[in-house]
Nanobody, 122 residues
Framework: QVQLVESGGGLVQPGGSLRLSCAAS????????MGWYRQTSGMQRELVAI???????NYADSVKGRFTISRDNAKNMVYLQMNSLKPEDTAVYYC????????????????WGQGTQVTVSS
């Protein structure tokens, strides 16, 4: 009943920027972490950035210094600001959230969005 919906993908030239958004909706008791992953055809899904509630953000080495993850807890949103984009950043980007099972539980489950295409090409 909880859904994650990504938006903001598109086609950009190398060196350009995009900002991805992910909105969580439905019966949400709490979000322990939200992050972004990406996957290209034939490749495994890899972590791009993750923000742990109350903790630090972590980034893949390939995007450090270029991408920034941010959260809007009141709106159950997570964003990924992508600057200085490179062709190798081309992928389907997926939003992921670790959601609390209930208001009184520390247990979480993982939920994925449908993905948004990011293409970096001249």
């Amino acid at each position: 009943q909880v859904q994650l919906v990504e938006s903001g993908g598109g086609l950009v030239q190398p060196g350009g920027s995009l900002r991805l958004s992910c909105a969580a909706s439905g019966s949400i008791f709490g979000i322990n972490a939200m992050g972004w992953y990406r996957q290209t055809s034939g490749m495994q899904r890899e972590l791009v950035a993750i923000d742990v509630s109350g903790g630090a953000a972590n980034y893949a080495d390939s995007v450090k210094g270029r991408f920034t993850i941010s959260r809007d807890n009141a709106k159950n949103m997570v964003y990924l600001q992508m600057n200085s984009l490179k062709p190798e950043d081309t992928a389907v980007y997926y939003c992921n959230a670790l959601l609390r099972t209930s208001a009184y539980s520390n247990s979480v489950y993982s939920l994925w969005g449908q993905g948004t295409q990011v293409t970096v090409s001249s």
